[in-house]
């Protein structure tokens, strides 16, 4: 069962998600919030898995809330603008739903949301290996986990930097994040998910992987933080 709330500065809007989610079986809308900030402590007291997040709101945009939250629950945006669509993407979220939206295609954002959900929920298989499958065009390559250094979105794809070779995969972020183990890899910016063995040096808005120096993004910040205390 997904674990989900909602954000909208409309009740009514919250209310047509809450009477779509009661149609769908695997879904489970715990909270609803027309205030962004209220949600945001939602998010760091309970284990949220999927937010449908408004984009136009008063008070922060939906764009800008999810910027700011470090390792965020899968999203769902939805709003009555069309010109957020690529931007939604490029930050991995699941789907975008435009309103008003029908039962069918709001079916649909939730099927894809649950297809992920099983991926990360199975994500304990894959971190018990010491081998991954990675697509690259139409092969699919079996890649060992200590010869990867980090992974760098590209535009629509992912580009592993293995030790000696490069491998590029049509992934998006959030799908690399869940095919490499949290154990091993920890995500540092929008664009990158570096190999915890593999860092020489941290510094306050870097991290070095050799002699390779990659940006810290403000929102993983207290990614950094845990992996230096070691929680």
């Not at 760091?44 to 984009?55: E, P």
Request: one cysteine or more; aromatic letters at 10%; a neutral charge.
């Amino acid at each position: 069962m997904l674990k989900a709330i909602a954000i909208d500065d409309e009740p009514i809007a919250l209310e047509v998600i809450k009477s779509l989610a009661g149609h769908v079986v695997f879904i489970e809308i715990e909270a609803c919030f027309t205030n962004s900030f209220k949600a945001m402590e939602h998010l760091q007291q309970h284990k949220t898995d999927l937010v449908f997040l408004d984009i136009k709101m008063p008070d922060i945009s939906g764009i800008d809330f999810l910027k700011s939250i470090p390792n965020p629950p899968m999203v769902i945006f939805t709003t009555a603008y069309s010109e957020h669509a690529v931007q939604s993407f490029e930050l991995d979220a699941i789907d975008y739903l435009l309103k008003p939206f029908s039962l069918p295609r709001f079916l649909k954002a939730c099927n894809k949301a649950h297809e992920q959900y099983e991926l990360r929920k199975n994500h304990g298989i894959t971190a018990a290996t010491q081998s991954i499958f990675i697509k690259s065009g139409y092969e699919q390559v079996r890649v060992d986990l200590a010869d990867i250094l980090y992974a760098e979105s590209v535009g629509n794809y992912v580009r592993f930097v293995l030790v000696g070779s490069n491998i590029v995969s049509r992934l998006t972020m959030t799908e690399a994040e869940t095919l490499l183990p949290a154990v091993a890899f920890i995500r540092i910016h929008r664009s990158y998910l570096v190999a915890k063995k593999q860092i020489t040096k941290i510094e306050k808005r870097s991290v070095w992987i050799k002699d390779k120096e990659l940006s810290v993004g403000e929102a993983y910040q207290k990614n950094i933080e845990k992996f230096i205390k070691n929680e």
